[in-house]
């Protein structure tokens, strides 16, 4: 047994996160996920109202474990999913930019686990006060949006400044790092590459085929894609991007934002709350908050069509060392095995000293 008190709140069998990945945590990889023993965050971010309940029901008719939901709290619909959270009993929320406070406090008092990630230290205590009952840091070697400090120092740092538990996201793919991180103070790891990068995962074969091929040194940060610091795996279109005028990427951004409104079904007054809420939280100009439009439909291109090099690969550097694609099963496996042998390590240091 493997578990530490916020997994057994969790109801997971070992303290391992499967993150909220946009496209990627699906109804069919949470489900995978949570029956092989780790606790599932579904990406609800990008959904609509009623994609996000579909997708809810059907994780419910997929799993009989518990598993949490991904959302910003800012994005449409937010208030009616975070009723059916409510009605459904779902175990955990999660969320990062724009927290709502009345929203945590009906979470909490209807007994869901308030579990927002992380970047940066201050977001820690500030999450902390608004009612986390966790947190899940992630440090910049992290796939998808992404801060400056890489796990390690992110991880020691937030620890000293909260008394909430603290999962630590980042850079890992085994129970060695597990075993590190619990060594370090952490109630347990999140892992979103790793699991995106198993036979569960939604992602086509030949987009797994691209980051199975791609080394820890072509997965990069770039604020040019939607804004903010985004970690990519720069393919041919990321590394034109990078290197685009303020022009050319302002003329696709609204062309692709467009699209974002016609596939989302959002109304222009949708569409304005989101981008108003991302204003406020994130102090955006209006030029970055219109590429944040573009971002959905690229990365669809390679995450849904599976067409690597036409679309955006958000990527944790992770992806660099990951040479399969194990079921969740043999994944999770694969830990407990690697944990047990950290803790013999463990414990013949200790034995011989
Ligand atoms: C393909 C991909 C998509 C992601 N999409 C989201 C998302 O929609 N919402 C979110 O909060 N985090 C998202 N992330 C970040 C992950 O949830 C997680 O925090 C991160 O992957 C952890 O670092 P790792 O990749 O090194 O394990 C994404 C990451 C990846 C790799």
Known sequence: MIQTELFKRLGSEIPVIQTAMGWVATPQLVAASTQAGAFGFLALATSSKDEA???????????????????????????????????????????????????????????????????????????????????????????????????????????????????????????????????????????????????????????????????????????????????????KYITSLDKASSPRIFLQALVSGWRYKQLSQASFKDIFKAFFGMLKGDKLTIAQTMMAANSPVIIQKAMVEGKPNRGAMPSGQVAGLIVDLPTCGDLIEQIKNEFFIASKNFKEILDES
């Open 53 to 235: 309940i579909a997708s809810i029901d059907e994780t419910l008719r997929l799993t009989d474990k518990p598993f949490g939901v991904n959302l910003h709290m800012f994005q449409p619909g937010a208030a009616e999913i975070i009723d059916y959270v409510i009605k459904h009993q779902i175990r955990a929320i999660s969320y990062s930019r724009s927290p709502v406070p009345e929203y945590i406090s009906k979470l909490k008092a209807a007994g869901v686990l308030c579990i927002p990630t992380v970047g940066e230290v201050k977001h820690a205590i500030k999450a902390e006060s608004l009612g986390a009952d966790a947190l899940v840091i992630q440090g910049s070697e992290g796939g998808g949006h992404t801060g400056e400090t890489p796990t390690s120092l992110l991880l020691s740092e937030v620890l000293k400044s909260v008394k909430i538990p603290v999962v630590a996201a980042g850079g890992f793919r085994d129970g060695f790092g597990l075993a590190a991180a619990i060594a370090w103070g952490a109630s347990g790891i999140a892992m979103g590459t790793r699991f995106m990068m198993t036979q569960e995962s939604p992602v086509p074969d030949s987009t797994k085929e691209a980051y199975l091929s791609c080394n820890t040194s072509e997965i990069r940060v770039t604020k040019k894609f939607d804004g903010l610091p985004h970690r990519l795996i720069f393919n």
